[in-house]
């Protein structure tokens, strides 16, 4: 297995910090083929939170999408240094996040539950 200068720690959770069944579906995405055996199966579906996995840091992409409306969550992403030290971490309660993770840093994006933004389609 190839060795990695660090590692992410990712988290999802509850916004009250219940435990709650199949609260999100995620994708593990990396174009990195030394990497992908590390990062476990791309896809979850009807996971549970509290949620943490500790991923090697390299150029991963994660995306998380709520599964249940009525539950707000709250996506982070840790990424730390070969010492264990914070390089950059990221954050977001959208309905779909999206998290972009490189050696650059990270980038954090979403979309908010259809229906619920300043151009949703009136009803």
Known sequence: MAQFDG?????VQ?????????????LILSN??????ALGP????GIRTPFE??????DVTLIVRATDATVPLVSEC??????GQRRV?????????VFVCSK?????????EPGSGPDSPAA
Do not use: C, M, Q
């Open 42 to 45: 791309p896809r979850l579906i």
């Open 53 to 58: 996995k500790e991923l090697p840091d390299g």
């Open 104 to 112: 650059s840093g990270i980038t954090v994006t979403g979309l908010p």
């Open 14 to 26: 509850s916004t009250d910090s219940d435990a709650r069944s199949k609260t999100f579906d995620a």
């Open 32 to 37: 990195d083929p030394a990497l992908r055996p």
């Open 78 to 83: 840790d990424v730390l240094d070969s010492a």
């Open 89 to 97: 971490y990221g954050r977001s309660s959208n309905h779909l996040a």
């Open 7 to 11: 590692r992410i720690i990712w988290r």
